[in-house]
């Protein structure tokens, strides 16, 4: 994507870029030996800058470093000294080759890169012609950090760990050590052969997360607390760290070699996540710290152009305080009222009663896919198809739904899509917002920088369409190219298979679960995702996941953030244990005995 934040007009400082020394426009800068050996030209032949906007050579040799093939200065790779017209006006005038050749011929790049996610970016190979070599490319060094290729083994990250020799640190608040990677063998073979069956081994996925390993109070590491946030695997972890070791640099508005991987990364990223989420085009993407930051994105951008009093928000029981609070704060600045749709027993939201809170009033309706207190899954493609049949718009809350089940925007149909990436194995700060295109281009920024700007004067500011306008300041870029390997990741082992093998660990962790006298489970739906809500008779919740992790094991206990939800079934707080696809029966079994061994002692 190209960005001008800093074109300059004539009369003020062009910014350096790599090669050219910070000079006013007008007065070349001496010597142009970047640019003349971009170019494959002499110095004597070397074209004069006079009249130049250094932007746009700077965009110019951004393109070379890209794409050592681009046919920027063709002619002059050929011995004939290029024509170079100055910039007129706003749109940028590279005339390639030989006078007479129209600006149209002058280079263009797709928005989109379409290099492999997770492979360092084009650049890192050497340039094919000389035409560049000025610009010593440098090679990162092969076997530092080498990410693994799509569809390549993953191999076990043993050399990651330190054995713990000694007493244990008595300072270590929680007496975690490290140990050397083991192989959990299955304890209950009988009871893993469906899943086996299924077709999906989970060792090997537990394998690739190095934090599985860890012992936590002395006891292996038990992770049931997915639905806060997921571990990462060892991939996604070298892909953040490549990233800072060899492609580090702000994005879109530099004209060196680091700036072109970091953007190529970057949009890389972006690119995947489109295809991940089935949308038309990376353009529909918009980074964001995560579904929370998305949702408040779509409440202040697009309800100020389209909510206004008198209007109506729908949402349902089930919903996280993040899709609650963002339409409470529009409502209370623009006089719309808030409506809830309600949910039966089971923790299902009845549809008939949702239907009747639709009329032409309705604006939004805003609902979670999948419950994170209950694990409810909802049926929201027939929500979106209800709400748009009275002219609402509508946002699907992904948070809880894309780790565990593919998910397809075009298909579901909703206006606006969120999710956080660290909910499916990427890193904390990134998520996305998925928009349709009309409606990203119908809504004004929320918020103002850099970044997301054609041009700026004192009097008036002029905004890039979509994904940019929302995209204000430098983002979180490593992390975004690390939500990028996640989801390859996730595609890459199988994401129906281990939705499969999830659904099948969720159904023996109920039977197993429900056999434990006073418990009861909250949320009872048949159509459920890998989320378990329970309450043990003459337990408080807090002291149940005290105890649970001095026995290693990570569930949540509390209010889930989605208190409205619990205090509909007359509760304050529940323990939650989640699900991964790195979870195995015996999780499951540890979790039992010590929730009988507690119950025993109640
Ligand atoms: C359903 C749901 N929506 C939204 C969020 C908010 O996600 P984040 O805190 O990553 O922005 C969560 C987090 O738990 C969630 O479960």
């Known amino acids: 994507m190209t960005t001008s934040d800093s074109a300059g007009s004539p009369s003020e400082t062009a910014p350096a870029v790599s090669g050219l020394a910070s000079a006013p426009v007008g007065s070349v800068p001496a010597p142009v030996s970047p640019l003349a050996s971009m170019a494959g030209v002499a110095p004597a032949q070397a074209p004069s800058l006079a009249g130049w906007d250094l932007s746009i050579l700077a965009q110019a040799m951004m393109d070379v470093v890209r794409d050592p093939n681009a046919q920027v200065f063709p002619a002059a790779k050929a011995g004939v000294t290029p024509t170079l017209s100055p910039s007129s006006g706003s749109e940028p005038a590279i005339v390639a080759g030989t006078p007479g050749v129209s600006p149209s011929a002058a280079p263009t790049k797709s928005d989109v890169p379409t290099q492999v996610p997770g492979v360092p970016a084009t650049p890192a190979a050497a340039p094919s012609a000389g035409a560049i070599d000025a610009l010593a490319l440098a090679e990162p060094s092969a076997d530092f950090f080498r990410i693994p290729l799509l569809g390549e083994a993953v191999p076990v990250a043993t050399s990651y760990f330190l054995v713990q020799t000694g007493a244990p640190n008595p300072d270590s608040p929680s007496d975690i050590s490290l140990v050397e990677t083991k192989e959990l063998t299955p304890v209950s073979p009988a009871l893993n052969r469906p899943l086996r069956q299924a077709g999906f081994d989970p060792y090997a996925v537990r394998r690739e997360f190095p934090i599985l390993n860890e012992r936590v109070h002395g006891r292996r590491l038990v992770w049931l607390d ?16 490549y990233f800072y070791a060899h492609e580090n640099s702000n994005i879109h508005r530099a004209a060196h070699t680091l700036a072109a991987r970091a953007t190529d990364a970057y949009e890389n990223a972006r690119a995947t996540v489109a295809r991940f989420l089935g949308a038309s085009s990376a353009r529909n993407i918009v980074f964001v710290r995560g579904a929370t930051e998305a949702i408040n994105l779509v409440a202040q951008a697009w309800g100020a152009q389209f909510v206004s009093a008198g209007d109506e928000i729908v949402i349902t029981h089930l919903e996280h305080h993040a899709n609650i609070v963002p339409w409470q704060q529009l409502c209370a600045k623009t006089g719309a009222r808030l409506l809830v749709a309600p949910v039966n027993d089971r923790g299902e939201v009845i549809l008939e009663a949702y239907g009747k809170l639709l009329c032409p009033r309705t604006k939004m309706v805003a609902l979670t896919q999948v419950s994170n207190a209950l694990g409810t899954i909802t049926p929201a493609q027939q929500m979106v198809a209800m709400a748009h049949a009275v002219g609402a718009c509508t946002l699907v809350d992904g948070a809880q739904a894309v780790a565990h089940f593919p998910v397809n925007v075009r298909a579901l149909d909703s206006d606006f899509y969120v999710f956080s990436g660290h909910k499916i194995y990427a890193p904390t700060g990134i998520g996305a917002l998925y928009g349709k295109p ?13 970044n997301m700007i054609k041009d700026v004067t004192f009097e008036r500011t002029t905004y890039h369409p979509a994904p940019a306008r929302f995209e204000a300041g430098t983002g979180n870029i490593a992390d975004a190219v690390g939500l990028g390997a996640a989801l390859d990741w996730l595609d890459n082992l199988g994401h129906e298979r281990a939705a499969a093998y999830e659904h099948e660990l969720l159904n023996y962790a109920t039977a197993e679960l429900s056999k434990i006298p006073g418990l009861t489970i909250i949320g009872t739906s048949p159509n459920k995702a890998g989320v378990i809500s329970f309450v043990l008779a003459g337990h408080k919740t807090e002291e149940l996941g005290s105890a649970l992790d001095r026995e290693g094991i990570a569930v949540r206990s509390g209010h889930h953030c989605a208190q409205p939800i619990l205090r509909r079934f007359g509760l304050e707080a529940t323990v939650r244990a989640s699900l991964a696809p790195y979870n195995v029966c015996e999780d499951i079994d540890t979790l039992v005995a010590a929730l009988k061994r507690l119950g025993s002692h109640g």
Do not use: C, F, H, Y
């Not at 997915?226 to 760290?241: E, G, H, L, W, Y």
């Open 226 to 241: 997915n639905a806060a946030t997921t571990q990462k695997p060892q991939t996604v972890i070298d892909r953040v760290s």
């Open 438 to 450: 009309e409606m990203l281009d119908s809504m004004p920024p929320w918020q103002g920088g850099g």
